[in-house]
């Protein structure tokens, strides 16, 4: 069945420091690509999506490539906030329509001042 | 933009009792509902996904009679953690999507300590 790897965390950075996060997926098809973040806590916010191959999903600085060659959908910024200190969910949703996600285990992202 | 509120925030009940959770889309109408359960620490586990007006389906694993899930309007679904058990204690969070535009919403999850 359809699955997401992420990188396992937590990942420590300082003020300031670029990101990466990585995801992989394996699904049928083309799924449509997310990634949400969860402050502690609270519920799920969508950060970004991507729905076809070649799409960049952003928002807040976040980008990510849906990388269908490398079935990857890395997270990047450029210069992370303390306030970004959360955890983030790498997802994807198969099939046609609003199909259920399929989550990775998620990577607690730390930052320092 | 799109919201779904989900009450209570907090719960804590005596082993044995039920306990009920809602959630709500305030200003769209949520075709699918779905559940999901997380651990400390660990990622979200899909229990079940529920259409308005028909049957919810459950994942594998997930015991029905304990978790009832109701979607009677496009607008609230409700899950009841019969006989709850410290087992049963966990984050739950709920997920609204309207097929199109929307997406995926969630609500901000409801903490259940069952003692």
């Known amino acids: 069945g359809d699955s997401v790897t992420q990188m396992e965390g937590p990942v420590t950075l300082s003020e300031e420091a670029f990101l990466t996060i990585n995801c992989t997926y394996t699904?049928?098809?083309?799924?449509?690509l997310f990634w949400y973040v969860q402050y502690p806590g609270e519920g799920l916010q969508l950060l970004l999506k991507a729905t076809k191959a070649d799409d960049k999903g952003s928002n807040k600085g976040f980008e990510a490539t849906y990388r269908k060659e490398t079935t990857s959908f890395h997270l990047e910024k450029g210069s992370v906030q303390v306030s970004d200190s959360a955890v983030y969910f790498c997802a994807l949703s198969g099939g046609t329509g609003f199909q259920k996600l399929v989550f990775g285990t998620g990577t607690r992202l730390l930052v320092s001042p | 933009g799109a919201v779904v509120s989900q009450h209570p925030s907090r719960v804590i009940c005596k082993s044995g009792t039920s306990v009920k959770i809602e959630c709500r889309s305030l200003?769209?109408?949520?075709?699918?509902m779905f559940w999901y359960r997380q651990f400390p620490k660990q990622s979200l586990m899909l229990m079940a996904t529920?259409?308005?007006?028909?049957?919810?389906?459950?994942e594998q694993g997930v015991e029905k009679d304990k978790f009832l899930i109701n979607h009677a309007s496009l607008t609230l679904s409700t899950l009841t953690v019969t006989s709850a058990h410290p087992e049963d204690s966990s984050f739950y969070i709920c997920?609204?999507?309207?097929?199109?535009?929307?997406?995926?919403?969630f609500g901000s999850g409801t903490r259940l300590t069952v003692v």
């Open positions: 699904a049928t098809g083309y799924p449509s």
């Open positions: 997920s609204a999507s309207d097929g199109q535009s929307y997406g995926y919403t």
């Open positions: 529920s259409n308005e007006g028909s049957k919810a389906t459950y």
């Open positions: 200003d769209f109408q949520a075709t699918t």
